[in-house]
Each structure stands twice: as structure tokens, then as C-alpha cells.
């Protein structure tokens, strides 16, 4: 088919009956997002991924995963590498419930320390455990154990 000057072709990724559309992940993480979500290891619906999409306050990325709500657990993580993202809820084709992440004061369980020494990382039966905060928007996590400071590229360290 031609496309005369008058004719626009545009691709757009589809509305979703119900399920998950996670809005404003900051450019570039939402491969990890998927893999946040055993996505497709534990999804057998359909997921929408845009990746590098113009936003207003410049590039994001966006997941629609159809016939699935995510688990707090999961948007605690979410939270760690994509501060801004924005959850929608939808049914029936409308928005049910829209959020904003809570970026958590402390993460526990959901990232490995970076130090090979930390307790955290030994055969103990002993859970990871960081105190979260955030400057210059970026989010910094330090260890409760041996305070090891991760600053850089969180997504890795994510159990």
C-alpha cells in the first residue's frame, strides 16, 4: 500500500480489557520491569512493551500486561529503578485505579548487597536488608549490615 502526503500510518499499541498498565518507567528499564514480573517466564497473556516513547518531561517507557494486577512485592521493586512510574488498573476497558510508586523507606529481601563479605551474602539465614532513600532523583540503597552503598545500575541486584 502507498502512503500519499495527506495519509498518516501510525502503530499504536492496543487497548487492554483488563490488567496492568505500568506508565512513566523511566527510558530503558522496562526490560527490567518484565523481569521484575517472571515476565514470560509466568505470563502466558498477551504484554505490550514501548520502549523510549515521547513523554512530557521527555523519554519513558510503557508495559501493558493484560489479565494480571501486580503484587505489592513486585511494585516495591518497580519503585527501586523507576521511581516515577505511574500503575493503572484496568477494567473493562477503563482505568479502575491509578498510583503512583511509593518509593519504600526500607527494602528487605528484594536486593542482593554488593559486597561478597556482607553477611547478607553468606550461607546465614539472613535477609538482605537496605535502607532506601533518594538525591539528585536517583535512588540510593545502603545495606543495614555492612552499609555498602548501591547507587548504580539497582536492576542487577534485584533478587
Do not use: W
Not at 502507498?2 to 495519509?7: A, D, G, P, S, V
Not at 515476565?39 to 497473556?45: A, K
Not at 494486577?69 to 493503572?88: C, F, H, Q, T
Amino acid at each position: 500500500m502507498t502512503l500519499n502526503t495527506t495519509q498518516e500510518r501510525e502503530l499504536r499499541v492496543r487497548p487492554i480489557k483488563n490488567g496492568t498498565v505500568i506508565d512513566h518507567i523511566t527510558a530503558g528499564q522496562s526490560l527490567n520491569v518484565l523481569r521484575i514480573l517472571g515476565i514470560p517466564d509466568l505470563s502466558e497473556d498477551v504484554v505490550s512493551v514501548v520502549i523510549n516513547a515521547s513523554g512530557a518531561h521527555g523519554k519513558k517507557d510503557v508495559v501493558k500486561i493484560e489479565n494480571r494486577e501486580l503484587k505489592v512485592r513486585e511494585v516495591d521493586k518497580i519503585s527501586l529503578i523507576a521511581p516515577n512510574a505511574v500503575i493503572n488498573i484496568i477494567r473493562d476497558f477503563d482505568v479502575f485505579e491509578k498510583k503512583h510508586v511509593i518509593i519504600p523507606e526500607h527494602a528487605e529481601g528484594v536486593v542482593r548487597c554488593i559486597n561478597p563479605n556482607c553477611i547478607s551474602n553468606s550461607s546465614e539465614p539472613v535477609t538482605s536488608k537496605f535502607t532506601v532513600t533518594s538525591a539528585g532523583g536517583r535512588i540510593l540503597l545502603r545495606c543495614e549490615y555492612c552499609e555498602r552503598l548501591i547507587s548504580e545500575n539497582i536492576a542487577a541486584h534485584l533478587l
